[in-house]
């Protein structure tokens, strides 16, 4: 069934002065709560671009998002600048109620900003495709490097408290890997966690995960508990805007640096989840979105005044969207970085059109192995 749309941070034209709208805990049937992103996306080619240019785009992909989310589920939404703001205020407090030298542990790259140089140390990691951490850009360092980094920064600097900050807890798979390091590197030292989004419950349990492996509580702005998961729905979701338009999507662990491949999430890209789409709708879901995509690419070049070309993705620090299937992959060549962005995606557009059948076969096949794992998990 759905829900009322939830109130936007949206009656402002400036996206990054809206105000932060979501509740303290949502407790609500499948929260489907979108995360938006796009000002801070398209800001990393442009940096010149308004909250008030990128609210249309922003507010049209919320209303897709809603749209096509899985049956049942509650919608709600909110714009990452406010969310970040709230996570710096708690960063603020905690330092001011502390005695000891605390650093802060930065994933998420929108949090910080108000923070001096050595008050923070950034981790440039991303989640890849098998679950596993990768740098998140060419330029940064391995993962291991930069972990070693962290400890010396702060055997330096005679820290005493370290605070992880990242804008979601989703479902721990990122900061299981980051404590298990600080833990090994710096035995002495029992670090914090604090958050925008913690996830707690159902199959997601980040917030849980935490506290049972670890011994640690999760600060954070705001906590949604997650419905029990059937083959239609994980029980909650967390969709962003960037990874459901060409810049995002899920980062392939197996590409090589120097060529960063990405899945959005959505047809023929990938096949998206049961969280993102009702499983009936993914079709017309992501025909929405790739037109969506094209729609951002005309805004981006109406201001460049020349076209955006895959090596631009790369400059910006977004991988080149590839397809995620197989079978797709002598269909769809893989773009060379001269092309233009819009031409390529025309290319992509076709291939949709032109595997329909192909692409209700591998949303079967998806559709198998999600039912399989929610057996095994009953089991």
């Known amino acids: 069934m759905k829900q009322e749309l939830s109130p936007q941070q949206g009656s402002q034209a400036e996206l990054n002065k809206s105000a932060y709208a979501l509740p303290r805990l949502i407790d609500t049937p499948y929260p489907h709560v979108a995360s938006g992103d796009l000002l801070e996306i398209l800001r990393k080619i442009d940096p010149t671009i308004s909250g008030k240019e990128v609210y249309p785009f922003q507010q049209k992909m919320f209303s897709l998002q809603q749209t096509y989310m899985p049956e049942g589920a509650t919608f709600y939404s909110y714009t990452t600048g406010p969310l970040a703001e709230k ?36 981790l440039q990691i991303s989640r890849g495709n098998n679950n596993d951490i990768i740098p998140r850009s060419i330029e940064a360092p391995s993962v291991d490097e930069q972990m070693d980094n962290l400890a010396k920064w702060a055997t330096e600097n005679d820290v005493q408290d370290i605070q992880i900050v990242d804008d979601i807890l989703a479902f721990g798979q990122t900061l299981v890997p980051v404590i ?89 890209f990938a096949v998206p989840r049961p969280a993102f789409f009702d499983i009936d709708k993914r079709i017309d879901a992501s025909e929405k979105l790739l037109d969506f995509s094209q729609s951002l690419i005309a805004f981006i070049e109406s201001r460049r005044n020349s076209p955006l070309l895959i090596a631009d993705l790369l400059s910006f620090g977004f991988g080149i969207p590839y397809t995620r299937i197989e079978s797709l992959r002598e269909t769809l060549p893989f773009p060379e970085i001269s092309m233009s962005t819009r031409e390529y995606l025309l290319q992509v557009q076709g291939v949709f059109s032109a595997q329909q059948e192909l692409l209700y076969e591998e949303m079967k096949k998806a559709n198998e192995i999600e039912i399989n794992k929610l057996e095994k998990a009953k089991t």
Request: no cysteine.
């Open 87 to 122: 996570v710096e205020a708690g960063m603020g407090k905690y330092k001011a109620g502390s005695e000891r030298k605390v650093m802060f542990v930065i994933i998420d790259r929108s949090i910080g900003v108000n923070f001096a140089a050595d008050e923070i140390f950034r």
């Open 180 to 268: 298990e390091g600080i833990k090994q590197q710096l035995p002495h030292i029992q670090p914090g966690i604090q958050v925008g989004l913690a996830a707690s419950g159902g199959e997601w349990r980040g917030y849980e995960v935490m506290q049972e492996k670890f011994g640690i509580t999760p600060e954070y702005v705001t906590r949604i508990n997650a419905s029990g998961a059937n083959s239609r729905s994980l029980g909650m979701s967390i969709p962003t805007s960037k990874g459901m338009t060409i810049f995002g999507g899920y980062r392939d662990s197996t590409a090589t640096a120097d060529r960063p491949i990405s899945f959005p999430h959505m047809l023929p």
